[in-house]
């Protein structure tokens, strides 16, 4: 996971690489584009190649234009940004591909809707009114790969996501502890003790760079170890793992405790 001071250092390096890095923003609010286009457009090693009004048509557009990264509005007609970056992420897997990298745009309003978009495979997200430093930093970390934009902020919104939607699921208070999901055992078993020690503190919010002082090993190691619990897994990204360590009660919200199940 990446912090923003995290995000700043790497941009000289990103605008180093060769080539730009093509986006298309897809929001249903056209001044909403065109903003988020021109902070873009203002970075030489960043240009977008597409808007989109819906889904549906970011979906024809990636076919023509091939972009990099997609910035997903969620609450968009036609086709909202949920249904796009799950048929998004699908085609990649299918293709064996990591590209386009989905960033979620969305609002403290759409809580609900978060974790929706993160089992639908999205890299990250950001709040739409996000410094403009942040969100060019946010598209060159999830083009190297990266995921979560702001580690602290983004385990609270998860946590609070994962609390409401339990709430409207399950009728419980906010309060209730949640139960396990067992469909994880299984997958979960199939890792190593390294592996399991990188997806808790993946989910506690360590970034790759943080992981390796941590362990005493190298950034290549850490990627490595995070590459094979994603793959064993069955996931796209870090932000999936972060919410199946929530769900399997490896971790749990507002607790420092590690459960694994033996």
């Known amino acids: ?51 989109a009004e819906n889904g549906e ?18 609450r968009m007609p036609v086709m909202d940004g949920l249904v796009a970056t799950e048929r998004i992420t699908t085609a990649n897997r299918e293709a064996g591909r990591a590209r386009p990298a989905v960033l979620v745009l969305t609002t403290f309003d759409d809580e609900a809707y978060v974790l929706a978009a993160v089992r639908a495979g999205a890299s990250g997200f950001l709040l ?3 410094d403009p430093d942040l969100l060019v930093s946010a ?7 990266d ?26 208070a906010i309060s209730a502890p949640a139960q396990p999901d067992a469909r994880w055992a299984g ?4 890792l190593s003790e390294r592996e399991r020690e990188i997806l808790v503190w993946m989910a506690r919010g360590l970034s790759n760079r943080d992981l390796a002082t941590k362990l005493f090993v190298s950034e290549t190691t850490v990627k490595t170890h995070v590459s ?4 064993k897994l069955g996931l796209s990204s870090r932000v999936q793992a972060v919410v199946v360590a929530y769900e399997a009660g ?13």
């Open 187 to 190: 997958l979960l078993s199939h």
């Open 228 to 231: 094979s619990v994603l793959s």
């Open 147 to 172: 995921s979560l934009v702001d580690p602290a902020s983004t385990r609270v919104l998860l946590e609070r996501c994962m609390e409401l939607e339990r709430q409207v699921d399950g009728g419980t």
């Open 250 to 262: 490896v971790v749990r919200p507002g607790e420092a405790d590690v459960r694994w199940e033996s």
């Open 139 to 145: 598209v060159r970390a999830v083009h190297r790969g």
């Open 57 to 74: 048509e970011a979906l024809r557009l990636i076919e023509q234009h091939d972009p990099d990264v997609v910035l997903m509005d969620i």
């Open 128 to 130: 739409k009114d996000t």
């Open 1 to 51: 996971m990446v912090t923003p001071a995290e995000l700043t250092g790497a941009a000289g390096a990103a605008g180093a690489d060769s080539g730009q890095i093509r986006i298309l923003v897809a929001d249903d609010q056209g001044v909403i584009r065109m903003g988020l286009a021109m902070i873009l457009d203002h970075e030489p090693d960043l240009t977008t190649v597409a808007q």
